[in-house]
């Protein structure tokens, strides 16, 4: 084997754009959301949804923060309970 076999490259050039701040660095909310039936334990109904963090930010200079998500992840729990309330009618 050869050194240029068991060298991970891209792991060197990740940190070293890591640490010229030049590695782009993407957020994404997630939300899983699951209802069963308590007897049975079936599934009702799932909802799963991504939401791009850069969708928060006004310009790539602003850091995003908690209190940014806060609003997203109570419309997205508000949207969840409407779907399952409909699911469970």
């Given at each position: ?18 640490a010229a701040g030049k590695r782009k660095q993407e957020v994404f909310l997630s939300f899983e959301g ?56």
């Open positions: 084997m050869h050194a240029y076999e068991l060298i991970p490259f891209a792991a060197i050039a990740s940190g070293i754009k890591s699951e209802v069963t039936d308590s007897v049975t334990g079936e599934r009702l109904g799932i909802a799963v949804r991504k939401v791009p963090g850069k969708q928060l930010l006004k310009d790539e200079s602003q850091q995003l923060t908690v209190d940014m998500m806060k609003p997203v992840i109570d419309d997205k729990a508000s949207n969840a309970r409407k779907i399952f309330d409909a699911v469970l009618k």
